[in-house]
């Protein structure tokens, strides 16, 4: 293990190894930082502004910014919780209301939920339609949030650079990166996208197409990703 730091997170002291994210360290304090672009697997995208705490008095995006010996961080205060419900408001509002529907069990919604944001802030039209021609992976283009998260899981993790972020601002989705359906691309149904996506944006298509469903035993009989090993057999 290399060096560790001391830092102050909302009072408590902590140690830390250098170099460690002030995201990281927070967490190990016990704090609850909401991380909606950020995935431990993956390199740092610092985009969503989910994670702003302040240190040393200024206002920081924790995924991205290291901890420097002595640094005092504040996760918990409601001004920074304001800071960051507007962020995700942002981000959430061209989304459909089914988005932060109340039974949704993704990480988008279980944060809006930590943030007080309600469904009715999701008012998107939808129209972007989905991608259903892959037999292992759906993409809901309505639900993306452009977070980044499945194209660095492709890429950094996988190695296998199929995905990738294309139009402008808010129409910005993920798409294959050979321009055409899913089922066309250089996935190898690996299933890293679909561990990664935090809204449901990519998914398992469910149960199998054209497979006979249900045993003597009473089993369900599903086509799915590998779900997720990083291999891509
Ligand atoms: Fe830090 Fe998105 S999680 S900016």
Redesign the pocket.
């Known amino acids: 293990m290399g060096p560790v730091i001391g830092i102050e997170v909302d009072g408590t002291a902590v140690e830390v190894p250098e170099g460690a994210s002030l995201?990281a360290a927070a967490r190990a304090a016990g704090a609850e930082v909401?991380?909606?672009?950020?995935d431990d697997r993956l390199s740092?995208?610092?985009?969503?502004?989910?994670?702003?705490v302040r240190a040393d008095g200024r206002i920081a995006?924790?995924?991205?910014t290291p901890a420097s010996l002595g640094t005092r961080v504040e996760t918990a205060t409601e001004d920074l919780r304001e800071l960051r419900r507007d962020a995700v408001e942002v981000i959430v509002s061209a989304l459909p209301p089914r988005a932060l529907a109340a039974d949704n069990p993704t990480e988008l919604a279980h944060i809006c939920r930590s943030l007080g944001i309600g469904p009715e802030t999701a008012a998107g039209a939808g129209g972007g339609g989905g991608d259903d021609s892959h037999p292992f992976v759906h993409l809901d283009r309505d639900l993306c949030i452009a977070?980044g998260r499945c194209v660095r899981m492709c890429s950094e993790v996988q190695g296998t650079f199929a995905l990738t972020l294309t139009g402008r601002g808010a129409d910005t989705v993920v798409a294959p990166g050979t321009g055409g359906p899913w089922a066309g691309s250089d996935c190898v149904a690996c299933g890293g996208c679909v561990d990664t996506c935090p809204t449901g944006a990519i998914t398992e298509p469910g149960p199998a197409r054209g497979l006979t469903s249900g045993t003597a035993t009473g089993d369900a009989l599903t086509r799915t990703t590998c779900g997720y090993c990083g291999v891509g057999c």
């Open positions: 995201l909401p991380a909606l672009c950020h740092p995208a610092g985009s969503c502004r989910t994670c702003l995006a924790a995924c991205v977070c």
